[in-house]
């Protein structure tokens, strides 16, 4: 489960970063600032890995207790 929700935040987070910093450099129109796309975009694209990276998932924890 937390793997799901780890792909999840990385696959979203690396699509608002691009978006962000294309909306940046003036080569694509938002209705959003696009500052804050790219900013938010980096934190979910690094807490995705970070997740991915260094936690187990619950199906693998709730295994090693039997």
């Known amino acids: ?3 799901i929700l780890a792909v999840i935040m990385l ?3 690396a699509i608002a970063l691009v978006m962000g910093v294309l ?6 129109a938002l209705m959003l600032n696009p500052w804050a796309l790219a900013i938010l975009g980096f934190i ?3 807490a ?3 997740m991915l990276k260094y936690r187990k998932d ?3 924890v709730a295994a090693q207790h039997r």
Not at 23 to 28: I, Q
């Open 1 to 3: 489960m937390i793997k």
């Open 11 to 13: 696959v979203g987070g």
């Open 23 to 28: 909306g940046v450099f003036g080569s694509l």
């Open 44 to 46: 979910f694209f690094i």
């Open 48 to 50: 995705g890995i970070s």
């Open 58 to 60: 619950t199906d693998e």
